[in-house]
């Protein structure tokens, strides 16, 4: 391979901006300074106190009676683990966008036979489509995956309906990809017959990246348990297994992040999943407001993502220059559309996390002065 990345090196120089991009997104000072302590062994009682503390701290801020792992690693690994450990054969991807085309994509890496529904990208996936798809197919399905929030496209699926449905089907699993909006987006996991479903830590859980959160029903535990071809680093059974007997995880943890982490649990539970959602809802509220009165949304209206707000650049302004002086100016850090597809047709705005109606404020207020709306 010709090498054409060239070594930059890392200065101590940078300015911080804050962060409105669709995560890594703003995480509290007092929870990064957790991660500055001396390092201690994975298999100490202290790694015992800090792991059972975040994994049932989690269970319960979600409201689930499900199992709980914490990887190292980012949501990334859970595509791949939970097609290889629920998967023989077949599985059912909806896809409306890159996220979700990903997904599709990996599992059909991992030699399996991938039926994608496909929505034009905007679109929300719809439950009849699902119902359809399963009544109709001669295939059985094993899994069915769906996006909750399509990060590319600001679209919130309605999972909830689909988990209904899929529920008429008991040896179909039910995934669910949702990064970019466990944390700030309430979701009845155990009510909608949800047998995984996961995030990365650095997006509504408002955490240093490095971490993958998911959650497994008794059903999918022992899914995995009749199959041979189950992922080793991310078996649900070798992570729950070892959380039974050891209250550890199965090798070495980012244990800094896991300090991070059980800091900003502890806040999280404090102001409760209803309490997040109702903060996000009011933040995706007055995104909207501000993109109607300025632009227009991406989004197939009523399916507009809580968490991130894909704006449709109707009035035509040069979205790269705009993100360039915003930071410039005001150090403050947005994104532009997905891909090349829609890098000026739209822009991005991360309302998730820490972040409140005021400060989303100060972001509209910088755009609009530097895009002179
Ligand atoms: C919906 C969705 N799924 C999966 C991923 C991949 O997550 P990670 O980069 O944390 O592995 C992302 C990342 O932005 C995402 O937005």
Request: hydrophobic residues 35%; proline residues 3%.
């Amino acid at each position: 391979m010709d090498d054409v990345t060239e070594k930059r090196e890392y200065t101590d120089d940078y300015q911080d901006k804050t962060l409105y991009i669709p995560g890594p997104t703003e995480v509290r000072e007092d929870v990064i300074e957790e991660m500055c302590q001396p390092m201690f062994g994975h298999r100490m009682d202290r790694m015992t106190d800090l792991y059972t503390t975040i994994v049932e701290d989690t269970k319960e801020f979600l409201g689930t009676d499900n199992d709980l792992m914490i990887l190292t690693g980012s949501g990334t690994e859970i595509w791949e683990s939970s097609t290889l450990n629920l998967v023989d054969e077949n599985i059912l991807v909806p896809t409306c966008g890159s996220f979700s085309e990903r997904h599709a994509n990996v599992a059909e890496r991992l030699g399996k036979n991938v039926d994608r529904i496909e929505y034009e990208w905007g679109q929300a996936i719809k439950p009849e489509d699902i119902r359809e798809a399963l009544e109709s197919s001669d295939e059985h399905y094993d899994v069915v995956a769906t996006v909750m929030n399509e990060s590319s496209t600001g679209v919130r699926n309605p999972i909830e309906e689909i988990g209904d449905v899929v529920a008429e089907y008991p040896d179909t699993y039910f995934v669910v990809d949702a990064v970019s909006a466990l944390g700030g987006d309430y979701v009845d996991i155990d009510e909608h017959n949800i047998d995984v479903i996961f995030a990365s830590s650095q997006k509504a859980f408002a955490m240093p990246p490095g971490l993958a959160i998911c959650t497994v029903s008794d059903a999918a535990y022992e899914r995995e348990l009749s199959k041979d071809s189950a992922s080793w680093y991310g078996g649900f059974q070798r992570a729950l297994d070892y959380y039974d007997r050891k209250g550890q995880t199965h090798s070495t943890p980012a244990i800094p992040i896991m300090l991070a982490y059980r800091k900003q649990m502890k806040y999280m539970l404090e102001e409760g999943h209803d309490g997040r959602d109702q903060r996000h809802r009011e933040m995706a509220e007055y995104t909207r407001d501000w993109a109607y009165e300025h632009f227009d949304m991406f989004p197939e209206e009523g399916y507009e993502s809580q968490t991130v707000a894909c704006i449709e650049n109707t009035q035509g302004i040069d979205v790269a220059a705009t993100i360039e002086e915003v930071s410039e100016k005001y150090d403050m850090a947005f994104s532009n559309g997905y891909g090349s597809a829609l890098g000026e047709k739209t822009f991005r705005i991360g309302h998730m996390g820490e972040h409140d109606v005021e400060s989303i404020k100060a972001l509209t207020d910088a755009i609009e002065d530097v895009a002179g709306l």
